[in-house]
C-alpha cells in the first residue's frame, strides 16, 4: 500500500472514532487537568457520551493515568474496585449521591492492574455493563464502584471524579504503586 493511501485509511479510521463520540470532548471551559503527581502517577477522568441503552444516555468514565517517575521499571497500577472508586460531586467537591450499590447480573471484565513504562499514558475504560438500566433516563454513569441515574436537573451541575489508593507492598518486585490520588472533578454533560 502506498504511504498516501495508507495516511487516507488512517485519517478515515480516526474520524469514524471521533464521529461515534469514541474520543473525550471537555466542555467548552473545562481544562482536563492531571492530578498532582504521586509517587510517579498522575491521573484525570474523563466522560464519553455513547449511544443508548434502553433509551437512556451513557456516559462513560475513562481513567487516564500517566507515569511521571524517572526510574526505567514500568510503574503498575491496580484499577480494581478495591483501588478505584468513583464519587458523583457536587461544585463544592462533597458528594451528591452515593450511587447504586444493588446487587448485579452478570460478569464484569475488572481493568485488574496495569503497566505504564516510563513516559506513557493509558486511558482504561472504567464502565460497568452488568446494572441494570432504567427506561428512558436522561443519563446514567455506571462503574465498578457504582452507578448514577441522572436527571434533566443534573446536566452540567455535578461532576464524576475517582480517588485511587494503593496500599505499599513491602519488597516488591514489580514496583507496584502506591498513594491515594484524588482526581481532578469533571463536568457531567450530555449533547440535546
Known sequence: MKASAFLLVAFLVVSAAVARGDEPKPM??????WSEAV???EARVTLVEKGRINGTRSIVPYLELRNVSDLAEPLKVRCDRRH???ELVNADGEVVDE?????RSGPHADPGTVSLPLDSSMRIGM???NWGVPKDAAAMIATDSGAWV??????????LRATIKGEEVKGDPDRTWHGEIVTPAVRVDWSE
Open 99 to 103: 450511587g447504586w450499590l444493588l446487587a
Open 150 to 159: 441522572l436527571q434533566p436537573r443534573d446536566k452540567g451541575k455535578v461532576l
Open 39 to 41: 509517587g510517579g502517577l
Open 127 to 129: 464502565y460497568c455493563s
Open 84 to 86: 478505584v472508586k468513583f
Open 28 to 33: 467548552p471551559g473545562d481544562e482536563q487537568v
